[in-house]
């Protein structure tokens, strides 16, 4: 009788013990259950503040004019500054409206039939980017005079001006262009979370502004011209339009001074035979006229060169030592085309 007493105690505590397990089990899944429900319900917070803060973000980058706060990924994008239209495409940026006439023909922009077309910068049809109501506007360059216009007709959306001063009063051309290229793309870097895309870029036009410093002996003369419309005109040290301000980067010796020299996009008029008088060691070309689409009957800088006698006894030409620039290079002035232009004077200056 002792026994079976002892027995029913001892299955009794066991089933106890195991009802005890049993409720322990229970709660702590419950537990487990709102704790992860807490979790999730957390990381979503998280992120929808994430989401929140990213929308409102903005940052400050300067302009011409001064600093600007500018909104993160903002939608509505109108892009006027042709050193601007290749590192958007790059990145994948969406344009609302752009100059269309000005983007190079491998640009995607150039067949983006969404991209409402402003035209060029002579007779712009600027009411188009009120109609695209943008919430940034990119101005530099050509449309550089337009800024005070575009501001007045877009007053809620922010208007930017990435001009760089390489104009006949810039003391200093040439840092104005390096200095200048690396605030663009730093600040689209900025404006469209591609911080380490714009980082990547600017150290590559850093090694090939070296390279380029390296490859000049110091005292060979060079001749840069621009050849449109079948003509060879002069694009003078300093300020004349892209070959100018390397002058002030590279340190070279111009093999040609002129008075009251332009910065415009022909250069200065002077004959072929004054260019041939100055026997220069290298000549530098800009093919205008390959840039623009319109021209398809243009002569090619490349055979107008060739076809001048006056030039054929120069060192330059009889040394083959004549370096021309991207063929888009008149309307894709931008980081990317003088990265190339100066890993291709590099190359050339170094043999």
């Known amino acids: 009788?002792?026994?079976?007493?002892?027995?029913n105690s001892s299955f009794?505590?066991?089933?106890?013990?195991?009802?005890?397990?049993?409720?322990?089990?229970?709660?702590?899944?419950s537990d487990d259950a709102e704790n992860a429900?807490?979790?999730?319900?957390?990381?979503?917070?998280?992120?929808?503040?994430?989401?929140?803060?990213?929308e409102d973000a903005t940052i400050?980058?300067?302009?011409?004019?001064?600093?600007?706060?500018?909104?993160v990924n903002p939608q509505?994008?109108?892009?006027?500054?042709?050193?601007?239209?290749?590192t958007l495409a790059d990145w994948g940026i969406e344009l609302a409206a752009a100059p269309v006439d000005l983007i190079p023909e491998d640009n995607p922009y150039k067949n983006?039939?969404?991209i409402q077309n402003i035209g060029n910068h002579r007779e712009p049809n600027l009411e188009i980017i009120a109609a695209v109501d943008p919430e940034l506007v990119i101005v530099g360059q050509r449309f550089a005079s337009y800024y005070e216009d575009i501001k007045a007709l877009v007053p809620n959306a922010v208007v930017i001006d990435l001009n760089i001063d390489v104009s006949e009063e810039a003391e200093t051309p040439g840092d104005n262009l390096v200095n200048g290229f690396k605030d663009i793309t730093t600040s689209l870097g900025q404006i469209f979370d591609k911080n380490e895309e714009a980082e990547a870029l600017i150290a590559e036009f850093d090694q090939s502004i070296e390279e380029a410093k390296a490859a000049y002996n110091g005292t060979d003369r060079i001749m840069s011209v621009i050849v449109s419309g079948g003509d060879i005109n002069f694009a003078a040290p300093q300020t004349g339009r892209v070959w100018g301000p390397l002058y002030d980067i590279f340190g070279w010796t111009s093999a040609l001074e002129i008075d009251q020299a332009s910065a415009d996009h022909q250069g200065d008029d002077i004959s072929v035979e004054a260019i041939a008088e100055t026997d220069p060691d290298w000549i530098f070309v800009?093919?205008?006229?390959?840039?623009?689409?319109?021209?398809?009957?243009?002569?090619?800088?490349?055979?107008?060169i060739d076809g001048a006698p006056a030039l054929q006894n120069t060192t330059a030409v009889k040394e083959g030592q004549i370096v021309y620039a991207p063929a888009d290079t008149y309307t894709n002035e931008s980081i990317q085309t003088f990265t190339e232009l100066f890993n291709d004077l590099a190359e050339a200056l170094a043999e």
């Open 76 to 86: 509505n994008v109108v892009a006027l500054d042709n050193r601007t239209f290749e």
């Open 112 to 114: 983006d039939d969404s």
């Open 60 to 71: 400050e980058i300067t302009d011409a004019h001064g600093t600007v706060a500018v909104p």
């Open 286 to 304: 800009m093919d205008r006229d390959a840039a623009v689409s319109s021209e398809t009957d243009a002569v090619p800088a490349r055979d107008v």
């Open 12 to 29: 009794i505590v066991l089933i106890f013990a195991i009802l005890v397990l049993f409720l322990a089990a229970c709660s702590g899944s």
């Open 37 to 54: 429900e807490d979790t999730a319900n957390n990381s979503a917070g998280t992120e929808e503040k994430e989401d929140e803060s990213t």
């Open 1 to 7: 009788m002792g026994k079976s007493k002892y027995i």
